[in-house]
């Protein structure tokens, strides 16, 4: 039976919100129903309307339409407190953008009020719903490489004000520099969601970094505040050593302050899996295991294995032939995906919380998974701070997973009606 379209909200209809969002869920996912648009800058609400049909609205009458089910929060990550913590209140469930607060402790609070008014909140990236992330938790589940014993998830980037127009108008807002949006914040999460999604909760963590450099110039002789300096008031490089629950150990590298690098392994009992690129629904994944790529031995008519002709008979040689071929060497081989939610489909996780209102079950972005991923960065950044291995005080619900499937494109969406 087809379900009843969710009528939704969006507050914030800047960059991320005119790229992909809007598209995304006014034109692939059949469940949503966008209902209306917000922003604190007109013209962006003014042009979903007359691009998408989505209605301008207020905030004011977003918040109390009794037909608006969902608020979709794509604000700055300085206002989603505010606009999550507003939608709460007026009774709506709410899907937010990467992360839900710039800090733990306001964290806590909209995950207490949630709970208080026992209302559904989800969180992105919901990127570890694609298709190579849902493809490497079936083969790392089925055993492709054994135990899982080790996970290495490292980006780096250079992250400074090089442009003409760095912070010189809302449109150049770079908001990974600022207050809440830092590097472990803005592309952070993408490997910390993926790891949980492949190995549950952490246990323990420890780290090194933190703001290196606090105080930085505005570079390029073009921009109006050309050696004019400025503070960066966010962590941007964190070195870190996660224990998880189910004794997978991992190291997480993340940093703004250093050249371009990308590096996302598991290692396990029989096997190696190199992992994609969690800011992607679609990557390359490859195995390195001893027999991942055996030889095959193709025998001719008149031929017995190993190439003699009928009658002869086996010598020394060949015994020693045979011992060798015993030991298979590790190849490296490209896997296939699995899944679908290979375009770019970020939204996603938002049809998969329709879906779960519907069909009465839990969101696979669920809230508390982006809460524990803020309190993996708190704690890391304590442990900067002490000295010590911080102990992790929450806990999160490993996703369900996604079932595989062959369907095309446009039918991919069937999966998250389960």
Known sequence: MKKDKVKVGVVGCGGICKATYMNNMVNKFEIIDVAGAADQIDSRAQWMEDHYGVRKMSVEEMMNDPEIEI???????????????????????????????PTFEEATELMRLMREKNLMYTTAPDTFLGAWEQSARKYIDDGIIGKPVTVHAQVTMHYNPETPF????PKYYFFPLHYGGGFPFDLGGYYLHEMINLFGSIKRVTGFGGNLFPERVYENPKHPKYNETFEVNTPTTLLAALEFENGVLGTFHISSDSSTSRDFTVTGTQGTMKLGDPNAFCDVLTVTRPGARPQIERILPGMQPGGKKDGTVSGEADDDVQKLNEFTPAATVELPLLHGFYES????????????LRNGRRPRCHADIGYHAIEVIHGIMESCKTGRIYEMTSRCERPAPIKPSAFSSTCQERTLDD
């Open 345 to 356: 489909l970020r939204g996603v996780g938002l049809a998969d919380m329709c879906y779960a």
């Open 71 to 101: 608020i979709v929060n794509l604000t700055y990550p300085e206002s989603h407190v505010a606009i999550t913590r507003m939608a709460l209140e007026h009774g709506k469930h709410v899907y937010c953008e990467k992360m839900m607060a």
């Open 166 to 169: 760095f912070d010189t108008a």
